[in-house]
């Protein structure tokens, strides 16, 4: 049985779009790719386009046949019946298959002022699974990616602070930051808490684009894009601890 209180739905039919927007000057809320070079959805097939009337706002990955992994400032005020996903396709806008969103939670402890559990999933009609279309596997619950560890941040952000966001899918092999440092590089900014991990450096980060998009270490998620310095090239990018929240995505999808 759900324990409501960690789980808010956010399946709101008469709600009003409000597209992702910060907070505060820090939070990047749709990402970018910054010292990327282009991907093919082969090598990563659980990457998604998270789509509002058909235009990309912001990146998802396939957790199972029927569940999206996003971050909850992405879907954050939003009407859900407009939200599809894009599967399938290095291409952003076409090629591939959609499916459209039927439900939803969103993490009933996140708040867009300090962007802690920013985590949120998303169901949908139809499978996500197909030609190019796979699930990401998911670390054991209280995983905690150490310093040092190689990973890869993919999706369809800008490649730069003023850019434009590319066609093609990007990505970025980086490794994670220390929390430690992290904290250090962002003390007065915001907290760096045990609910987020850290991974890029200066001129290998992430940016607007790729908000709620997968950080992957070989196959498996442990990152989802969350927020970090407002100029992208600076320092390195904050995303959500998926082995920290493992246990609330299997409390609300059963996954």
Not at 92 to 100: A, I, K, L, M, T
């Amino acid at each position: 049985m759900m324990q409501r209180a960690a789980l808010l739905v956010f399946l709101l039919a008469s709600s009003a779009l409000a597209k992702p927007t910060p907070a505060r000057q820090w939070i990047r809320p749709n990402g970018r790719i910054i010292g990327g070079t282009t991907a093919s959805i082969a090598n990563y097939p659980w990457q998604l386009s998270f789509q509002y009337s058909g235009s990309h706002i912001c990146g998802a990955s396939i957790i199972s046949s029927n569940w999206a992994l996003t971050a909850a400032h992405c879907v954050e005020g939003i009407n859900l019946g407009l939200v599809s996903f894009r599967a399938g396709t290095s291409t952003r806008e076409s090629g591939g298959f959609v499916r459209q969103a039927s439900s939803g939670y969103k993490h009933g402890s996140f708040s867009m002022n300090t962007i802690d559990y920013d985590i949120a999933v998303v169901q949908v009609s139809g499978s996500l699974l197909g030609t190019n279309a796979q699930t990401v596997s998911l670390p054991s619950s209280g995983y905690d990616p150490a310093g040092g560890l190689a990973v890869t941040v993919t999706g369809w952000g800008v490649t730069s602070t003023n850019g434009n966001l590319p066609t093609n899918l990007m990505k970025v092999d980086t490794s994670i930051v220390a929390r430690s440092t992290c904290q250090s590089i962002f003390s007065g900014i915001n907290t760096v808490t045990a609910r987020m991990v850290c991974a890029g450096a200066a001129g290998k980060s992430v940016c607007n684009g790729d908000s709620g998009g997968p950080l992957v270490s070989g196959t498996t998620q442990v990152g989802i894009v969350s927020w970090g310095n407002s100029r992208c090239e600076s320092s390195p990018g904050v995303f959500s601890n998926v082995g920290n929240l493992r246990s609330w995505i299997q409390q609300a999808t059963g996954i």
